[in-house]
T-cell receptor, first 112, second 112 residues
Framework: DAMVIQNPRYQVTQFGKPVTLSCSQT?????MYWYQQKSSQAPKLLFH???????NEADTPDNFQSRRPNTSFCFLDIRSPGLGDAAMYLC???????????FGPGTRLTVT | GEDVEQSLFLSVREGDSSVINCTYT??????LYWYKQEPGAGLQLLTY?????DMKQDQRLTVLLNKKDKHLSLRIADTQTGDSAIYFC????????????FGTGTLLAVQP
């Protein structure tokens, strides 16, 4: 089945140790998104790619970066994780003009 | 930024109807959505409504949209214990890339 896959589902990292979260899709969608969802809060958009064009939200910290080497994969890099970066990170995809976003199951990041 | 607000908690008995409410601020949103999130899981799109519609029914789900008051609601008929989850409304912004702003989420607890 076509889907959005996130690996790993659970990630533990140490304070200040760089970590990379992975997202892949078999939907061949042009647009990929990364959302951060802290405990008991709404998901918040960090950035998105439209094909290879990267679009950062204005309030996304510099500590967060992303790479999209091809249509299928997108990575979220956290350069120096702080305790406040512990959250669920959700990847989603869509096609331009579509009214639907397809979400992956998320990666729960713990920072120790 | 735009704020999308929901009540935090709703408790109903199994078999009753549930009504979850949402107020939004961006009158230019093309689509408005309802997502369901079960514990530890990603977001599941339940239904959406185009901004020029007042109502949409999809099996047990009924969405009502009052554009004048910027009010969106989701009615779940014959609520089941499996409907227990957090429900997020969301509105679009950002044109073709269909970025979403999520509401604060409503925890629906269904009592047997």
């Amino acid at each position: 089945d076509a889907m959005v896959i996130q690996n790993p589902r659970y990630q533990v990292t140490q304070f200040g140790k760089p970590v990379t979260l992975s997202c892949s899709q078999t939907l061949n969608h042009n647009v990929m998104y990364w959302y951060q969802q802290k405990s008991s809060q709404a998901p918040k958009l960090l950035f998105h790619y439209y094909d290879k064009d990267f679009n950062n939200e204005a309030d996304t910290p510099d500590n967060f970066q992303s790479r999209r080497p091809n249509t299928s994969f997108c990575f979220l890099d956290i350069r120096s994780p702080g305790l406040g970066d512990a959250a669920m990170y959700l990847c989603a995809t869509s096609t331009p003009g579509s009214n639907e976003q397809y979400f992956g199951p998320g990666t729960r990041l713990t920072v120790t | 930024g735009e704020d999308v607000e929901q009540s935090l908690f709703l408790s109903v008995r199994e078999g009753d109807s549930s009504v979850i409410n949402c107020t939004y601020t961006d009158s230019s949103s093309t689509y408005l959505y309802w997502y369901k999130q079960e514990p530890g899981a990603g977001l599941q799109l339940l239904t959406y409504i185009f901004s020029n519609m007042d109502m949409k029914q999809d099996q047990r789900l009924t969405v009502l949209l009052n554009k004048k008051d910027k009010h969106l609601s989701l009615r779940i008929a014959d609520t089941q214990t499996g409907d227990s989850a957090i429900y997020f409304c969301a509105e679009t912004y950002g044109g073709a890339t269909n970025k979403l702003i999520f509401g604060t989420g409503t925890l629906l607890a269904v009592q047997p």
